[in-house]
C-alpha cells in the first residue's frame, strides 16, 4: 500500500504526463530522510523536470511542505531510464535558487545519440543544480 507522500507525488506527477500509468513511485528511508525515486515514461522526464527545472523545483516545495507538516525529510529522485541515470533533488533545498541565463532557444531535433537538445540541456543544468552544496 502506498504512503501518503507517495501518493501525493504519484497524483500531481500523473495531471503532467502524456503515460500516466508508467508513472512509479518508489520510496525507501535511509539516514538523510525519506527518498521517493519518481520513474516515468522517458518521453514525459521533460515534462516532469520542467524548463530549467521549474516543474521538478515546484514539487520539491510541496514535497518540503508536506514534510514540514509530517516531521520529515523527503530527497526527490527522479530516474531517467533512457540512460539508468537518475537526477536528484532535495526537498529541503533553500528557497533561493540561482540559475545560469543561457540562451534556451534550442530546437527539438534528434541529435546522434536518439535524444532532443532540449533534453540533454535540461540534463545538464539540473546536473548543475545537483552540485550546488545543499
Given at each position: 500500500m502506498a504512503t501518503i507522500d507517495q501518493q501525493f507525488v504519484e497524483y500531481i506527477v500523473k495531471t503532467l504526463v502524456n503515460n500516466p500509468d508508467k508513472v512509479l513511485v518508489e520510496r525507501k528511508i535511509d539516514e538523510k530522510g525519506v527518498l521517493l525515486s519518481l520513474t516515468v515514461d522517458p518521453e514525459d522526464v521533460g515534462r516532469v523536470i520542467g524548463k530549467r527545472g521549474v516543474t521538478a523545483q515546484a514539487i520539491r516545495v510541496l514535497l518540503r511542505a508536506l514534510g514540514t507538516k509530517q516531521d520529515a525529510r523527503y530527497n526527490l529522485k527522479i530516474v531517467n531510464t533512457d540512460e539508468g541515470e537518475?537526477?536528484?533533488?532535495?526537498?529541503?533545498?533553500?528557497?533561493?535558487?540561482?540559475?545560469?541565463?543561457?540562451?534556451?532557444?534550442?530546437?527539438?531535433?534528434?541529435?546522434?545519440?536518439?535524444?532532443?537538445?532540449?533534453?540533454?540541456?535540461?540534463?545538464?543544468?539540473?546536473?548543475?543544480?545537483?552540485?550546488l552544496d545543499i
Open positions: 537518475a537526477i536528484k533533488t532535495n526537498a529541503q533545498a533553500p528557497n533561493e535558487t540561482t540559475f545560469k541565463t543561457e540562451d534556451t532557444s534550442l530546437s527539438e531535433e534528434k541529435s546522434e545519440e536518439g535524444t532532443s537538445e532540449l533534453a540533454e540541456k535540461t540534463r545538464a543544468e539540473l546536473a548543475d543544480l545537483d552540485d
